[in-house]
Each structure stands twice: as structure tokens, then as C-alpha cells.
């Protein structure tokens, strides 16, 4: 995939697990198109938000299904508004293709067990 030059200054690896999963809500708060490309992480799973309808992850012995999205700094900060204070970026190894990649991941804290969330496509 060819990069843009004004991306070439901040380039982000972010892994998306729950509503950035969503094309149109991900370009609206990006500020434009974002390709997903799908993803996994392992030692996680995905859990309610406590008090919200909006998902986190906990480590856990189980696999998050999800999409790495490469952003540039403008899409970033969009993405950060929208996901608020209570969101905090950590980095994570994802599986890409079979392959290991690092990216960054949102995470709250606060999150309750939500053995029914299924997966987003």
C-alpha cells in the first residue's frame, strides 16, 4: 500500500476491536477513508464498557478479532477526540497475515465481563 508524502511526518499502526470497526462511523471520525486490514490479538478478550455501550479489552486467555488501521496524524487526532479521556493507547503485537505486528490499541479501565458481545465484521 503506498503512502502518502504528508503521511510520511506520523504514520499510526492502530488495531480496531469495536466501533472503529465500522467504515462509515471510522471515516467520519478520522476525517476521511481509513482501509481496515483484518487482525487479531491474542491474550485479550473484548468486555462492556462499565456503564456504556462502547467496548475495552482485558487480558485474558482468549483471541479479539479486529482490523489494523494506519492513520496519519490528522485522522489520529479525530479518532483520540472521539474516544475521550477514559481511553488510554497501549501497544500490543497483533497477528497480521500470520504475522506479528505492533500497533496501538484504546483501552479503558472500568470494563465488566460480557461473555455474549459477538464479533464485528
Not at 71 to 86: L, Q
Not at 100 to 113: K, N, S
Request: proline share 7%; net charge positive; aromatic share 6%.
Amino acid at each position: 500500500q503506498r503512502v502518502q508524502g504528508r503521511d510520511l511526518a506520523f504514520l499510526m499502526i492502530l488495531f480496531a476491536y469495536g466501533t472503529l470497526l465500522d467504515e462509515r462511523l471510522r471515516a467520519h471520525k478520522a476525517g476521511r477513508r481509513v482501509a481496515a486490514t483484518p487482525a487479531t490479538l491474542r491474550g485479550w478478550r473484548r468486555v462492556r464498557l462499565a456503564g456504556s455501550r462502547f467496548l475495552t479489552l482485558r487480558r485474558a486467555p482468549a483471541i479479539v478479532p479486529g482490523a489494523i488501521l494506519r492513520i496519519d496524524a490528522r485522522a489520529a487526532r479525530g479518532i483520540a477526540a472521539w474516544e475521550g479521556p477514559r481511553y488510554q493507547l497501549r501497544p500490543v503485537c497483533v497477528r497480521l497475515a500470520n504475522r506479528p505486528c505492533r500497533a496501538l490499541v484504546w483501552i479503558a479501565p472500568g470494563g465488566v465481563a460480557a461473555s455474549r458481545i459477538q464479533p464485528s465484521t
